[in-house]
């Protein structure tokens, strides 16, 4: 397996008990995978990983009065290692702006954790074609990013990108989501944007949406995908093993 290459499964609101929740952590633990879980399940999924390092979905950018948030510093006693910011779903159901993006991401560097930042656009804005596309992704790069480059001065090894555009995600019908090609062109336009606007060298950026035994390959084999942010494939072992294997 290529070394570099990092596969992110993002469990959403699965499963629905804790003993399924152990039994399917067990089943995929693998090393360059990265297994973020809702947050009743962290401590027990923890203690059955040997080799996948534990994630989770999201953090609050303080600690204090905050009734039902989970600071980064709550996560690090978890032992969390890595925590998704700004996934789509969250942006559209919770009205997450780019300013509480911001204020999370900072707040999961400064705590020491690895942040997964999700970025990508809805399908009205791909319909105008891939040029505005461009655009609304930079534009999210740039205001999640804002004001991080003194941090990402010493902890840009800890940033990581997830590019998810959100009309691929959960399609559900086991066909290719976006074409490798497409979304090579994207992460590729993301990565100069990440040097030119904040001066990160070879930074890891994941393709998600969708990716499944039957696509993956068609992503993992090109050198510009870092590796993947799977969602429902992270659920079937099976199929999940088949992900990881696409890695050459
Ligand atoms: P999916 O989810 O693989 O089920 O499309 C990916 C994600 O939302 O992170």
């Not at 804790?18 to 990265?34: F, M, P």
């Not at 990716?211 to 199929?239: C, I």
Request: hydrophobic share 45%.
């Amino acid at each position: 397996m290529n070394q570099k290459k990092l596969i992110v499964a993002n469990w959403k609101s699965n499963p629905n008990d804790l003993a399924s929740a152990v039994k399917l952590a067990k089943a995929i633990d693998h090393k360059n995978v990265v297994i973020a879980v809702p947050f009743p399940f962290l401590p027990a999924v923890y203690k059955q990983l040997k080799k996948s390092a534990l994630g989770a979905q999201d953090l609050f950018w303080a600690d204090g009065p905050y009734t039902g948030e989970v600071s980064a510093q709550d996560l690090k006693i978890l032992k969390v290692k890595y925590v998704i910011v700004g996934h789509s779903e969250r942006r559209k159901n919770l009205k997450e702006t780019d300013e509480m993006i911001n204020l999370k991401l900072k707040a999961a560097l400064r705590g020491g954790l690895r942040a997964v930042l999700c970025v990508g656009e809805p399908a009205t804005v791909r319909k105008k074609g891939i040029k505005e596309a461009k655009k609304f992704v930079k534009q999210q790069l740039v205001n999640d990013l804002k004001s991080t480059n003194k941090l990402l001065k010493l902890k840009a090894n800890k940033l990581i990108i997830a590019y998810e555009p959100v009309w691929a995600i959960s399609t559900g019908k086991g066909s290719e989501p976006d074409t490798p090609e497409e979304a090579v062109g994207m992460i590729k336009f993301i990565k100069e944007i990440l040097y030119s606007k904040f001066h990160i060298l070879n930074p890891k950026v994941l393709y998600g949406g969708s990716v499944n035994a039957k696509n993956a390959k068609g992503f993992l084999r090109e050198k510009e995908v870092d590796g993947a942010l799977v969602g429902g494939a992270s659920l079937l072992p099976l199929e999940f093993h088949k992900v990881i294997n696409a890695i050459i």
